[in-house]
Structures are given as C-alpha cells and as structure tokens.
C-alpha cells in the first residue's frame, strides 16, 4: 500500500493549487486523478486578475495559450454594451496540465472509488492510505460521496447544465460576448476567443428553471448556433458535449476530521456568472493553509461575485488607459486590440 502524508483527489485548479502549497510546506503530497493530462475540462476558460495573482502566474513565461480581452460585450435583449475592462483566457486543456506540473506534486492516474476512514487517517481502495485527504474531484467527487454527501446535500434549484464546444477558428473579433436571458434562457450564452485562433461557444443555465420554462438547452443551442454562424463564427461546426456544475450555496461542512473538500466539490461557483475557477484555487489555498499551518478552514468568503471582479477590472484598465495612451497590440488569431494583450509575440 502506497502512503503519503496528504492525498489529493482530482488535478484540476482545487487539486493543484492544494498540491503546490502544500510542496512548497514540505509535505509529502499524491494526486490521483482518473484522466491522464492534459485532459478535456469543459469550460469557457475564462479567468479573472485575481485568478492570475492569486496563483502567482506570470503571463509572460506562461508556455501556453493567454488572452487579455479589450472588452465584454454584454448584450441583453436588444441592448449591447461594450464594458472595458481586463479579463482573461486559457485553455484549460493546457493549462490544468501546467499548473499540476508546476505544483511538482507526484500524479498517479487512478479512479478512486472507495473512500474508508482508517485511524487518523483514510484508506483509498485498498491501494492508498493517507492522513490528510483534499476532495478536489469536482462535482462528482468522490471524496464529496463517501464524506459529506449526507451532510451537505447538492441544492438542485442551484445546479447548472451547460453545453459547449471549444474549436479551432480563425476568429476576427477579439472581445468576449455574453448573452443575457435570450429566448428566456435562465442563464447565459458565450463565446470566448482564445489566443493562436481558438474559440469557446456555449450555455449555462440553472437547470431546474430550464425544464419548467419550456425550451431545453439543446434548443437553446441551436439558436445560438444559428445566430453565430450568421455573424461571429461564420462557417463553423460544432458538436456541444454536456457537464453540470452548482452555485454556491450553503455549504455547511468543508472538512470532517482529516478530509476536506474543495472547489466544484464543495460546490462554490459564483451565483451571478457561475465562475468556479477561483473559488476551486482559494479553497484548494486554504486547505493547504489548514493542514500545514493549522489555520481554520473556512470557505465563507472564497465565492464573491464575479461582477465585482469585473467592476475592479474596469478601473484598472481605465487606470492604465490614462496612463498609457494610444497602446496597441495585434491579437493572434484575430483583429488589433486596442489595449491589454499582456504576451508579445
Ligand atoms: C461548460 C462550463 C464552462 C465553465 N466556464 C468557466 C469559466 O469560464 N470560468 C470559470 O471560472 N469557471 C467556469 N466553469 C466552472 C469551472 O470549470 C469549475 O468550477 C472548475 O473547473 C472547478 O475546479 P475543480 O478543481 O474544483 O474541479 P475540476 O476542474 O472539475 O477538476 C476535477 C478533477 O477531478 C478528477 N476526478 C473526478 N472524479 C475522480 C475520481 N473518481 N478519481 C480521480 N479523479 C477524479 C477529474 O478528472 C478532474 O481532473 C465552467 C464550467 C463548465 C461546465
């Protein structure tokens, strides 16, 4: 049987964010993750500024594909409007890979199943044994099941289903789009360019409101499909692939003895836009402060609201813009942008 001081199960943000701090403690750390990386993560891959200081990324020695946007352009009905302001993407394809590389974590690829309180500690199927445990197995986390299923039970008025394809496109506009509420959609529609010519299009929406509301997300696609390949995507395919994530909600019990959970495990996406990358990397931040440091672990406040991020990011970017006019740069992939595109080519 292997052993390890702490076990992480799941290598997305949670899990390697918790990895690398933990490293960086001297503790002896095992992630076990079922895929093989880099693996598909279905995700727009939309991070904010906090998300990059938060995980201590330079944008520019990160190898992989990032993308400053000029702009959201948030439309609602018959309304667009245009918010300067700076946020950002990756690929999560690429990016989950680096991010647990650097953690320097060692990861074994493994479908953890059976989760047994063992002593102090917990026994892993038959195979693994630890005493400190990080659920970061997103939403159908193991760790989650076995631990605080019972105890916190999933809230399904907060479960959101998606739909989303991430292609290869030789993109022309350079902001990001997101749709508010049309054709009643209790949620919302993006597309996302990546830098090198990539793209994410897809939906969210708060499952149960969907159903009593009359159009499925399947038809809800096609409209959105429609409407881009008359206009921003013209002559792209997509083929959507599903996942469903929850909002956050209350989220009563976080750790229980020596286990923890974290990110899409506990739950923690923000309630307005469904952002769950930076709530996956404070609570994997925190669980590692608890097990190395001792400190509480508490998750009230890792959620926030994502506007918030964006109102604080609009006056950066109006900050930078007084002090440096007339800056621009060319997006790859795409047209000029007329701002903050952080990478040099
Ligand atoms: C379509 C879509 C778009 C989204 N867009 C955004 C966005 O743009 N910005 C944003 O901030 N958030 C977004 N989110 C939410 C975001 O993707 C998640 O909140 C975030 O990935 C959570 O990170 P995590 O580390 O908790 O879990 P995950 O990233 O899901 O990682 C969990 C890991 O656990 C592994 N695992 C699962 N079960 C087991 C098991 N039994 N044994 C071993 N390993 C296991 C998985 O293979 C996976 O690698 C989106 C979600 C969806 C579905």
Redesign the pocket.
Known sequence: MRSCDVLI???????STAARALRRAGADVLV????RFP?L???????TPEVVRELEMDPDSYPHRFLTFPRLRVHYRALSLPVPCVQHSIRRFEW?AWLLERSGAPLEQ????EIVPDGDGYRIDGLYRCRYLIG???????VYRALFRELNPRAHELQIV?L?HEIEYDWQDPDCHLWFCEHELPGYSWY?PKEGGWLNV?I?AIAARMKSDGLGIKEHWARLAERLSGGLTRGAHYDPAG?S?YLRGNVEVVRRDNAFI????AGL?TRDL?????P?IRSGLRAAAAIADGAPYRLDDVTGASVGSIARSMLTRAAHTLGAPGRSRRAPGGGPVDGLRHRDQ
């Open positions: 199960v799941g290598g997305g943000p949670a899990g076990l993750d079922r895929e693996r993560k279905l995700c727009a891959g939309w991070i989950d493994h479908n953890v199943r970061a197995g997103g939403t159908r986390c193991p998606t989303e996302v897809g969210g996942y994530y974290t990110g899409d495990a996406a469904g952002e769950g990358i930076g996956a």
